[in-house]
């Protein structure tokens, strides 16, 4: 247990639905992040949130959008994904931001989204 | 930016064997460096990471890693690997005033009898 939980563990959505996921963190964390992470590829980097303000979009596609109603709250709204969407997606949070330094992320277990 | 290169996609260790585990970095300046694992189903979970200081740190599970500046590597190591770390291990790299990490492709490490 990270103190980072992510719900739901497991989801299989159709082309044509819309989906949330969703982050919860009670580490008193300022940032917060989504990645996706694909078989045998690196962890990709998707959105960072800082004291709820988006700093970064890694040029997602707009199929997916995040919303970050509070520091300890991360969603990533999901709508017409496609087959190669599937992959595992993490949210992590940090106590770091812009004038902080990194410091240690803690993950999340992931969703495992497969679209159909 | 920075970025990590794992060389080993897979390893297959005996138990009680030594693990060394290789990771490269591409970054201009000091980097933050992390070894994260994955078991099967789970999220990643920090084993060790470096900031400044001794170069040798010490994780939990007893592993152990080594920053190199000269040689841009941060290698894994454990003396005597157990069962339980059958798992997926990834290498990071972050900047002093960033927040973003940036990831290996992770290496498989197989443990046999």
């Known amino acids: 247990e990270t103190g980072v939980t992510q719900t739901p563990r497991h989801l299989v959505m159709g082309m044509t639905n819309k989906k949330s996921l969703k982050c919860e963190q009670h580490l008193g964390h300022n940032a917060m992040y989504w990645y996706k992470q694909s078989a045998k590829k690196p962890l990709e980097l998707m959105f960072v949130?800082?004291?709820?303000?988006?700093?970064e979009n890694n040029s997602v596609p707009s199929r997916f959008s995040p919303e970050c109603p509070n520091s300890s709250h991360l969603f990533l709204h999901l709508h017409t994904l496609q087959p190669e969407d599937s992959a595992l997606y993490l949210c992590?949070?940090?106590?770091?931001?812009?004038?902080?330094?990194?410091?240690?992320?803690?993950f999340g277990q992931g969703t495992r989204l497969t679209v159909v | 930016a920075q970025s990590v290169t794992q060389p080993d996609i897979h390893i297959t260790v005996s138990e009680g064997a030594s693990l060394e585990l290789r990771c490269n970095y591409s970054y201009g300046a000091t980097p933050y460096l992390f070894w994260y694992v994955q078991s099967p189903g789970q999220g990643l979970q920090l084993l060790l990471k470096y900031f400044s200081g001794d170069t040798l740190v010490q994780g939990i599970k007893g592993f152990e890693a080594e920053f190199k500046r000269s040689q841009s590597s941060f290698n894994l190591r454990k003396p005597s690997v157990h069962w339980s770390d059958a798992a997926e291990y990834f290498c990071?790299?972050?900047?002093?005033?960033?927040?973003?990490?940036?990831f290996g492709a992770g290496t498989t490490v197989t443990v046999r009898a």
């Open positions: 992590a949070s940090s106590q770091g931001g812009l004038l902080q330094g990194n410091t240690e992320a803690f």
């Open positions: 990071a790299v972050g900047a002093y005033n960033d927040y973003k990490l940036s």
């Open positions: 949130y800082n004291f709820k303000e988006q700093t």
